[in-house]
């Protein structure tokens, strides 16, 4: 047939012209295009293929900025369990230099009361009586520790000075400007060597001892280390 034939089902348009047979669907041809378009697009767009990538990469980061942490918090744990065995390590050395001053303590007051009743004698060392400063050398001698031989040296060339609140049995206590000198006991009591006419005895820190104290040291101390705060 010479003319066409134009036939219309389910919306598709069929020519039949010259023996030749097109089907056309309103839309889908222009779909295809505009998807076919986009398509384009997306793949030209720089970036556009980096989803996956970009992904992988933050994850990647994620786990590095997770073990950075990790690995800070684990330096510090170790850093926190050096300092703790460090700080136990001193406080014992320091609990056992107080614990062999206090025994060398022990020795000078133990050779101390064992001169109760013996006489007071100026200048006198132990063959037949003490002064105050000749008792306290020969008690702290029998413990391995060499004082000078008067008060007032005693005081100020033994170290360290001690506060009153923190006295120690076996502290030296000292009176009348320095002109006397006691060993402490605890409990505010003291041994000592009074004067011309007494005996060596034990007296408490009150009353004319009191009014009259200068201070106090400690024979034989060595000093304690300090407890760390830091590693470095």
């Known amino acids: 047939m010479s003319n066409p034939l134009r036939a219309a ?3 598709a348009t069929t020519l039949i012209a ?3 047979l097109a089907l056309t669907t309103p839309g889908i041809a222009e779909a295809r295009s505009l998807a076919e378009t986009m398509e384009g697009s997306q793949l030209h767009r720089p970036g556009a293929l980096a989803g996956p990538q970009q992904r992988v990469h933050t994850s990647r980061v994620a786990l590095r900025n997770k073990s950075s942490l990790r690995n800070r918090n684990s330096r510090g744990e170790r850093h926190a369990r050096m300092l703790a065995a460090l700080q136990r390590t001193i406080r014992k050395q320091r609990a056992q230099m107080i614990a062999q001053w206090d025994r060398k303590a022990q020795r000078a007051i ?4 064992r ?4 006489p007071y004698v100026w200048g006198g060392t132990g063959e ?3 002064d105050c400063s000749g008792l306290v050398q020969a008690a702290w001698r029998k413990a391995g520790v060499r004082l000078p031989r008067v008060s007032h040296d005693q005081y100020r060339r033994t170290e360290p000075k001690i506060a009153r ?4 049995p076996g502290d030296l206590v000292f009176f009348n400007s320095l002109g006397h000198v006691g060993m402490y006991l605890g409990d505010q009591r003291f041994v000592h060597a009074p004067r011309t006419g007494r005996n060596v005895s034990i007296d408490r820190l009150k009353g004319w001892y009191q009014s009259r104290y200068v201070g106090a040291v400690r024979p034989g101390w060595r ?5 760390p705060t830091k590693l470095w």
């Open 165 to 168: 609140e923190e006295l120690r």
């Open 9 to 11: 089902a389910c919306g």
């Open 115 to 118: 001169q109760l009743g013996r």
């Open 18 to 20: 010259g023996g030749a």
């Open 223 to 227: 000093p304690l280390p300090e407890i």
């Open 128 to 130: 037949s009586g003490y």
């Open 110 to 113: 133990q050779h101390a009361l």
